[in-house]
């Protein structure tokens, strides 16, 4: 099998296109002679980690920036003596638990409004609080390389950071996609450092949430060769891995 050969069965199995993966040869085979000493080429096909913002998201995103002063409220209606009355209910200043179950709430209501109803589980695991969200349409909720997952991630960080008294740290996840993009997340980062110092010549990533960022930092951060800082605003925010500064 040739490489292009290699490439293109990978990409069938994958069901994406080049434009979707980054290919890596591991090995271009060898032809043999008479079919004696014939190896087969090998390579490595990786889903693309770009985090391109789709124009949905940064519409999203830029009707939640044009209403960042407006307190969130929600309507509940109440039974009183008289009638039924609507009562308004402040979404802020909220106790953690209430902020998490209201955060669970939202996050029920986005996953129908795009046509995915999922059910909403909450762990926690180190100082984060994970909301699950168990869907028959994941993709959906997912999207290309993450996009609508990272939409309703970024939704979820400027909801608990309203509702909560104190600062929550959230993360969302579908299926186990956060477990899949953690490994590819580790590959980019050593392969990343191994560039920087084979080039001298800094490398700006994709723009990612400040999970991940922090994810190739903290694999990055026991290389003393590499340093790492971030740059922009969220949600295009991008991480910057450079050489370290020598220390004289």
Known sequence: MTVEEAIQSGLTS??????DV??????????GFL????????????PSVAEEISEAVAETVAEI?????????IVET?????????????????EESEAITELALYLTNISKE???????????????????????????????????????QYLAQVF???????????????GDYREKRQAILKRLAERTAEKVKRTGQPVFLEPMPA???????????????IQTHSEGDEPYRYLVVEPAKKRF
């Open 14 to 19: 994958l069901n994406l296109t080049k434009d």
């Open 22 to 31: 980054v290919i890596e040869v591991i090995d271009e085979g060898k032809k």
């Open 35 to 46: 079919g004696i000493g014939k190896k087969s080429a090998q390579v490595s096909i990786e």
């Open 65 to 73: 920036e044009a209403v960042e002063t407006t307190e969130p409220v």
């Open 78 to 94: 109440v039974k009183t003596n008289s009638a039924t009355e609507p009562a308004v209910k402040q979404l802020e200043d909220l």
């Open 114 to 152: 795009l046509g995915a109803p999922a059910l909403v589980r909450i762990a926690r695991e180190d100082n984060l609080i994970i909301f699950h969200l168990d869907s028959q349409k994941q993709g959906i909720l997912i999207g290309k390389h993450g996009k609508v997952l990272n939409a309703i």
């Open 160 to 174: 608990v950071h309203r509702a909560a008294r104190e600062k929550l740290s959230v993360v969302v996840n579908v």
């Open 211 to 225: 999970f991940e960022r922090k994810q190739i930092h903290s694999t990055l951060s026991k290389d003393e060769a």
